[in-house]
């Protein structure tokens, strides 16, 4: 190859090389991605059937997009691996658990709730209840997996070890 044409050709890929860093890195922010940091779910008994589980947890929002809560669902998945849907508890009915159920403890954080917003670069606090159709001692030795849905399709979701 002629010297001559090596040098334009070298720096060609060079500034493609330039022009797609530089387009990566300007729509980092643009992915929406949630960032979940768990405290250890408190699991009680409501009856010989059922346990109800509250858990904790600090959301964060690093990019430049909000987020904003459309649902929320929960899926247990038992020792065996079988799988079973889970009850979200509504807001309303979170202080009339933890005051018949005093072993859950205290309400520490907020419920989270549809509608509430994340937004960009910002980290809150938040709970969620659970009822699960499964005896104590199923519940304890399970994981459950909470997954907020988006308004516009976005999913982000955790898995919490219930032990």
Avoid: C
Wanted: glycine content about 6%.
């Amino acid at each position: 190859m002629d010297k001559r044409l090596l040098i334009p050709v070298l720096i060609g890929i060079a500034v493609v090389v330039v022009v797609v860093v530089f387009i990566l890195g300007g729509t980092k922010g643009a992915h929406l991605e949630l960032k979940w940091k768990l405290v250890k779910p408190r699991v009680g008994s409501i009856d010989e059937n059922s346990s109800a589980v509250i858990t904790d947890f600090r959301i964060a929002n690093d990019s430049d997009v909000r987020f904003v809560v459309g649902d929320v669902t929960a899926t247990l998945t038992k020792p065996n691996g079988e799988t079973a849907d889970a009850s979200v508890i509504a807001a309303s009915d979170v202080p009339q658990l933890l005051q018949f159920n005093r072993f859950l403890g205290n309400q520490y954080n907020p419920v989270l709730k549809m509608r509430d917003e994340i937004r960009p670069h910002e980290m809150f606090d938040r709970m969620v209840a659970v009822r699960l159709e499964v005896p104590l001692a199923v519940a304890q030795k399970s994981k459950m997996t909470l997954t907020l849905h988006e308004v516009d399709g976005v999913e982000s979701s955790t898995t919490v070890p219930l032990q």
